[in-house]
């Protein structure tokens, strides 16, 4: 029984013994890394060039992975969701989703309405991500200032070193 997540070699690379010979699965390790696999945001690009939904930063409609693996069924699908987190996480898509009415297909054609939960979702995620922010520049500020404050007290301590110091 095979429990990994790597797919099985066809049946005429199988011995008879149940095992893969040596040579059969240095071919298939070797057709497995000649296609290299797409990284989630050139997935992204691609999704983005050829889809108005993508494109324009439309609502996208519940589903339309399945939609994506009905379009492109050579898709990974650990790749395409996590193309499509990065997507639906970016501040463009929130801020469209936060107003939107209506969720669209892969073509642009309208859908389904967007609940109003989807919509304050979308107001929560934007407020956390600017108060973060906010914080973090707030932060940097601070360290700054006391990066400054340091700096001006140790020019204060060598300027009465110097004038207090022994000099013969």
């Given amino acids: 029984m095979n429990t990994s997540l790597t797919p099985l070699p066809p049946a005429g690379d199988v011995e008879t013994t149940g095992a893969t010979t040596p040579?059969?699965?240095?071919?298939?390790?070797?057709?497995?890394?000649?296609?290299?696999?797409?990284?989630?945001?050139?997935?992204?690009?691609?999704l983005q060039t050829e889809f108005p939904a993508f494109r324009d930063f439309l609502p996208l409609s519940i589903g339309i992975d399945k939609q994506l693996l009905a379009r492109m069924p050579d898709l990974d699908r650990k790749t395409m969701r996590t193309a499509?987190?990065?997507?639906?996480?970016?501040?463009?898509?929130?801020k469209v989703m936060?107003?939107?009415?209506?969720?669209?297909?892969?073509?642009?054609?309208?859908?389904?309405?967007?609940?109003?939960?989807?919509?304050?979702?979308?107001?929560?995620?934007?407020?956390?991500?600017?108060?973060?922010?906010?914080?973090?520049?707030?932060?940097?500020?601070?360290?700054?200032?006391?990066?400054e404050a340091a700096r001006v007290r140790a020019d204060k301590l060598n300027q009465l070193t110097a004038k207090f110091s022994r000099k013969g």
């Fill in 23 to 46: 040579a059969n699965a240095a071919s298939t390790t070797a057709s497995t890394a000649a296609a290299p696999a797409q990284s989630p945001r050139s997935l992204l690009k691609k």
């Fill in 98 to 147: 936060e107003k939107a009415k209506v969720r669209y297909d892969l073509d642009g054609t309208a859908g389904a309405e967007v609940t109003d939960t989807h919509r304050a979702h979308a107001t929560q995620v934007l407020q956390e991500r600017f108060k973060k922010e906010a914080e973090r520049k707030k932060a940097e500020r601070a360290a700054a200032a006391a990066e």
């Fill in 84 to 94: 499509l987190g990065i997507h639906t996480g970016s501040l463009r898509y929130l």
